[in-house]
């Protein structure tokens, strides 16, 4: 399989960073990177060991790495404390009346009045605080789960760090998920409080969040307490805190008891929660090869490590950066790249709530004129669906502030990447390229800026402590530029130390398929420069407008309605969102293939999982393509839905007659 793996890019165009932004960047060039880099991985206990002396421990690690495959430990026999390394140890510095969050919500656009919130690092040191006491009260744990399923508002940073502070391993889902996706992800990892919010806002309209919540909660068994943060007042029933303890549950939906915890006695500060280095810090569920979600987690002392050094050293933040990045917390680049990483490196992030094109397609760059951002990160589908709306978009504003891009979440394409750096760089900032993964908890393969030279559309030099490779089926590495996986060899701080409740399902999943190394799941090749250049996906995970999508969820949620009798779910490639998703779908006797029934089916995965996750086409089919041993063709059904003739082998097709008939099947 990892021979038919090809990179067709061409591209050859560098860009070697300016002198300006050389002189004051951490790493200066690509010698000082290979000298920093080899040091990482001769010695990598050392190296991460003399970083790890940048973070406040209530107990300082003596080791660094302890590696019996697949599982690692980091830091043994260190203590800490996350919301510490972010917020507490900027006390008595010039950064605790900084500016940690600068935030603006959606609904300036309907008032004409910005809302707009700043949180220095003091203000929310206190309101985490006030949560952390406030969740101890209600008899929330160190080791206890803790959901949270809110919008983009300064509140789930709070949620997220409160949790952090008692020691309670948080599980963020993306409020864009439905009731019972957030369902299926409490029972998973058997959530005990839930935090929510009353609505959040998304072009102009209200996402009614809490009604969710109160949904997916009645089949939640172990959920005792729901908290609420509130927008609108009217809402504001209970106690004026920021978090109102809407109810408790015992018991499925029965609400056995109302507590409301009094926070206005919390000492200003109450103390932290010390825990071992390899405590959990949060469980991020993100999808694989099957339908069920794996949660994928991350402890402490490693995470934050992977978080802290790669926003020093990608971002290469000064002090007066603000830096933005446009990623939902809901997922792992928010977690890494708006919380942990910038908190722990005393940076100022700004985040925003609502669409990046509405109400028009200039959100963006308004909010980078208006705040003079100086840092941007984001997702190449959105750099698409930016240069679909034109040029005069940003030509309407002043985005001279900004000096440095990046990209995360799938390969950008050439073109994006040059009109990124000519239309919005003003051809002045270095684009960094950042490849990672949620289970690589922090980015993996980039473009350090200031110190190398980017290549349009190539992910770039390994990050300190990595090593991927590009090897074929056995392990072995191919030749340079040829395609293949890309694996990586060597444990790193921020890897994923399991997948929750599924210890078999995590070697099996990451350390099987190559022997003794991890697989990312990803085909790439390596230049002669060394750069990686990212193919994508080579399982059934696809990458659709920047979320990742398990091709057998979709299935699965298909199936779950009364209709259907068999799915499949294939990617097509798609100018705007990288991929699209297409199903095909055969029915149940006594169901019509309608328009009716197709757009019944669309909502149904809609209301499963999430409007995000709903299909781009779905096709009805009297049957699918098979093998004799039953197993459906995916690659025939790709090059379907792709509309292009099918080169490969038909020879092990069960029925010809299939193909026929799909082919003139419609969307
Ligand atoms: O296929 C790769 C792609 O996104 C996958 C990871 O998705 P997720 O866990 O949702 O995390 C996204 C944010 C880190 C990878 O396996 N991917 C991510 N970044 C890049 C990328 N592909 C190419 N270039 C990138 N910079």
Request: aromatic share 8%; proline share 5%; with cysteine.
């Amino acid at each position: 399989m990892a021979n038919n793996i090809t990179s067709v890019s061409k591209e050859s165009r560098r860009f070697t960073p300016s002198d300006e932004f050389r002189k004051q960047a951490r790493i200066k060039s690509r010698e000082e990177y290979e000298a920093l880099y080899q040091r990482s991985i001769n010695d990598p206990a050392a190296f991460w060991l003399d970083e790890a002396r940048e973070i406040p421990w209530s107990k300082e690690p003596k080791k660094g790495l302890d590696w019996k495959e697949p599982h690692a430990k980091w830091y043994e026999g260190g203590e800490l404390n996350a919301s510490v390394a972010c917020l507490d140890r900027w006390k008595g510095t010039p950064t605790w009346h900084k500016a940690a969050i600068v935030w603006e919500g959606e609904p300036f656009y309907q008032t004409g009045e910005p809302e707009v919130q700043t949180l220095t690092y003091a203000q929310l040191h206190a309101k985490v605080v006030k949560l952390a006491a406030k969740l101890r009260r209600l008899g929330i744990a160190q080791g206890d789960r803790v959901a949270i399923y809110m919008g983009m508002v300064p509140e789930v940073v709070v949620a997220m760090l409160a949790c952090a502070r008692i020691g309670a391993p948080h599980t963020v889902v993306f409020g864009g998920f439905a009731a019972d996706a957030l369902r299926d992800r409490i029972n998973d990892c058997g959530a005990k409080a839930l935090i929510t919010q009353d609505i959040g806002y998304r072009r102009g309209n209200e996402v009614k969040l809490f009604d969710a919540a109160h949904a997916a909660a009645a089949q939640c068994p172990s959920l005792r307490t729901i908290l609420v943060h509130t927008r609108k007042l009217e809402n504001l029933h209970l106690d004026d805190d920021a978090f109102a303890t809407k109810f408790a549950v015992t018991e499925g939906s029965q609400e056995v008891e109302r507590m409301i915890a009094r926070t206005d006695l919390v000492p200003k500060d109450e103390a932290a929660t010390p825990v071992d280095a390899e405590h959990p810090l949060f469980v991020l569920y993100t999808s694989g090869s099957t339908g069920k979600p794996k949660g994928v987690l991350h402890t402490t002392a490693g995470y934050l490590m992977g978080a802290y050094v790669s926003t020093k050293y990608v971002f290469d933040l000064r002090d007066d950066d603000l830096y933005f990045c446009t990623a939902d917390v809901g997922w792992v680049t928010g977690h890494s790249y708006i919380v942990y990483g910038p908190l722990s490196n005393g940076a100022t992030a700004l985040m925003f709530e609502g669409a990046p094109n509405w109400p028009q397609p200039d959100r963006l760059w308004d909010i980078i004129d208006r705040h003079n951002a100086t840092i941007l990160y984001t997702a190449p589908t959105a750099i698409r669906a930016f240069i679909r709306t034109g040029e005069e978009w940003p030509a309407k504003h002043d985005l001279s502030s900004l000096r440095l891009l990046g990209t995360v979440g799938e390969p950008i394409n050439p073109e994006a990447w040059l009109w990124y750096h000519r239309v919005i760089g003003g051809g002045r900032c270095p684009i960094v390229d950042t490849w990672w993964q949620t289970e690589t908890g922090s980015i993996a393969i980039t473009t350090l800026p200031g110190a190398v030279d980017a290549k349009p559309g190539s992910a770039g030099l390994p990050f300190f402590g990595i090593v991927p490779k590009v090897v074929d089926q056995e392990g072995k590495e191919v030749a340079r530029n040829a395609g293949g996986k890309l694996i990586l060899a060597n444990p790193w701080p921020s890897m994923l130390r399991t997948v929750w409740g599924d210890d078999a399902r995590y070697a099996a999943q990451y350390w099987s398929d190559v022997p003794h190394v991890y697989t990312t799941g990803d085909g790439a090749r390596q230049d002669e420069d060394g750069y990686f250049w990212v193919v994508g996906r080579i399982d059934d995970v696809l990458n659709v407008a920047g979320h990742r999508i398990g091709t057998a969820e979709i299935e699965s949620a298909l199936v779950s309605h009364p209709f259907v009798a068999e799915a499949a779910a294939v990617g097509r490639p798609d100018e705007l969102k990288g991929q699209a998703l297409v199903v095909f779908v055969t029915l149940k006797t006594g169901a019509a293939a309608t328009d009716e029934t197709r757009a019944k089916l669309l909502e149904h995965v809609a209301k499963e999982i999430g409007k995000f996750a709903r299909p781009d086409g779905l096709r009805f089919a009297a049957a699918l393509p098979k093998t004799r041993s039953g197993k459906i063709m995916r690659r025939l059904l790709k090059d379907l839905a792709a509309g292009v003739e099918s080169k490969g082998d038909t020879s092990t097709l069960e029925d010809l007659n299939v193909l026929a008939q799909l082919r003139g099947a419609e969307e």
